[in-house]
């Protein structure tokens, strides 16, 4: 199975004979990069030569008739073929992108431990759009959208919700300090009592 990069992006697995159509039809390139398991990097298609269009198999002309094919006996010499190997293909793997790695990490850390987004959500956010960002420029595929999908979400999520908790802790201080004030009642101020002349 075969993976290739098209837009930045990592697409697969399909099969060499896929890629072989896609090649023919022009939707890949002979410069579009392909990998598979096993290979140490990503390659140009036209590179590796297990993507080659197959040679079409020499046609046998029939012998005319009464005549008969010889096949070559054991004792006779048969005409040497030549091997050729094909050159190890270096393909890098697949890399992880790290900023998705971080978004996520941060997103899960905001959650568990309740950090709240000002600490870690808004850096997960950040994070993750950063890694979404290298995902679309990056000339290889890379691994980890997922995870800073998650790292966006959690990030998100927890921002959302810390605001949510300090604007309700604002309107809690501001009633509670309210109703004290009209709860407390003025205390009566006494009057000063005539004096009595002798």
Not at 141 to 166: D, F, H, K, N, R
């Amino acid at each position: 199975m075969w993976f290739y990069a098209k837009n930045g992006e990592q697409h697969g697995p399909v099969e060499a004979d896929d890629l072989r159509s896609r090649l023919k039809s022009g939707d890949l390139s002979n410069g579009t990069l392909v990998w598979r398991e096993g290979m140490a990097q990503w390659t140009p298609l036209g590179e590796v030569l297990e993507l080659r269009e197959p040679v079409p198999a020499a046609t046998v002309e029939a012998a005319p008739a009464g005549e008969t094919e010889s096949v070559p006996s054991p004792s006779q010499p048969q005409p040497a073929t030549r091997m050729v190997q094909p050159s190890p293909q270096l393909v890098a793997p697949v890399q992880q992108n790290t900023m998705a790695l971080v978004s996520m990490i941060l997103g899960i850390v905001s959650v568990v431990f309740c950090t709240g987004g000002f600490l870690t959500g808004i850096p997960a956010i950040i994070c993750g759009h950063i890694a979404r960002k290298q995902f679309r420029n990056s000339p290889t595929p890379q691994t980890g959208e997922g995870m800073a999908t998650a790292g966006l979400i959690l990030g998100y999520l927890m921002t959302i919700l810390s605001i949510l908790v300090i604007v309700a802790y604002i309107v809690f201080v501001v009633v509670a300090v309210g109703s004290a004030a009209t709860s407390a009642s003025p205390m009566p101020v006494p009057s000063p009592s005539p004096s009595l002349a002798p």
